[in-house]
């Protein structure tokens, strides 16, 4: 009995290891742009949901292939992306954050009722199973193992390139000092679209996996929406390593939690858990002071 106990906790833990990746990958976008525009999209996980919808269409009533499916879904939110941006975001970049929240927040319900006046109300589906391994007693979903591995690629891949490459090197300065940087030949401007791409295709990434786990629905985003601010903020808005700690942090306590009380329980537990970490450190765990 104790045995069985073990093996049980065990793939719990696993599983919210794997669950961690997704809510890493979702909220590695996010932080990306807050830490570069310094500009919170309320709207990040309605982008997610166009994403999925947009695969859908293309997959299920246009019969585009899966692959193209799945990139023609990115390239649609790295569009939406930079025209959220250019309408939105560049004309209150620089008034007060509750104007930046509401502008976003007005978004976020615009692409809901879009989405919902467009795909109706019902849940779909690509209809695609990935099928699970089985690893003794325990079993994992192929599609949460492809998702994780995706999401350290994804941050690792990132890195590299704001490290490694002149427009990466960019970004990172003028993340750091937005007053400076146009003084020496920096163009703020298209910093700020190229920020916006990179957060929609990450979104869009997000997506495609989204799309192998979860039905489409045009409230999707408020289900996985709560949970990426609760990982930017408990990791350090605008820290992409600080994001993927607390993803991996949060998604124990709700899937651990779960597993003992309930689903409900585990979503509580983690809220109580981030309550409690903002009053010992509210810049996050990697934020800055």
Known sequence: ??????????????????????LALLSL??????????????????????????IYYFYSDLGVPLITSFGLGIVVTMVLGVALHFIVIKPILNTAPINQLLATGGVLVLLQASATMVFGIEFRSLGISMGSISVGDMFFANSRLVTFAVAVVAMIGLAIFLRKTY???????LSQDREVMPLVGVNSNRIYIITSAIGGGLAGL???????????????????????????VLGGLGSLVGGFVAALIISQ?????????????????????????????????????
């Open 253 to 289: 306590l709700i899937v651990v939690g779960g597993s003992y009380f309930s689903t409900e329980w585990g979503y509580a537990i983690a809220f109580l858990v981030f309550m409690a970490a903002m009053f010992v450190r509210p810049q996050g765990l990697f934020g800055k002071s």
């Open 29 to 54: 976008g996010l932080n990306l742009i807050f830490g570069v525009i310094d500009v919170i999209w309320i709207c990040y996980a309605e982008v997610v949901m166009i994403g999925m919808y947009s």
């Open 167 to 173: 427009t990466g090197i960019a970004i990172l300065a």
């Open 1 to 22: 009995m104790g045995f069985s106990f073990d093996i049980f906790l065990l793939e719990t833990v696993l599983n919210g290891v794997l669950l961690g990746g997704l």
């Open 206 to 232: 997000g997506a495609v996996l989204m799309t192998l786990q979860f039905d489409i629905h045009p409230h999707i985003g408020f289900q996985f929406g709560p949970l990426i601010f609760l990982v930017c």
